[in-house]
């Protein structure tokens, strides 16, 4: 009786992973491997001030618009670093808005 009839299911407004395109974010985790390897797997989590993680994206920013897509140091896409400080940023900006609210 069952067989026939479509499950409920309530996902409005959740978020649909299922657009997201997986592959296009390899430099974003290149990136993220990078930067373990030189300060640790979850060295990011650790405090960080919301204007230096905008200054360093903005610098690679800069350097995309000047024409340069790979990053000297780790040798991987400017666009993977924008990704994974922006990913910093909305980290610590939620890290930041859950104190004040506890408080």
């Not at 491997?33 to 690679?60: C, P, V």
């Not at 618009?65 to 990704?83: F, P, Q, R, W, Y």
């Amino acid at each position: 009786m069952y067989l026939n009839m479509k499950a409920l299911r309530y996902n409005e407004n959740k978020p649909k992973w299922s657009i997201v395109h997986f592959k296009s974010l390899i430099p974003f985790v290149r990136v993220l491997m990078f930067g373990a390897e030189k300060y640790s797997r979850d060295n990011w989590k650790n405090e960080m001030d919301i204007a230096e993680i905008l200054d360093s994206t903005q610098r690679h920013l800069v350097e995309m618009m000047d024409g340069n897509t790979i990053d000297e140091e780790s040798k991987e896409l400017h666009a993977g670093h924008v990704m994974c400080n922006m990913m910093f940023y909305v980290y610590h900006l939620e890290k930041q808005k859950r104190r004040s609210e506890e408080n």
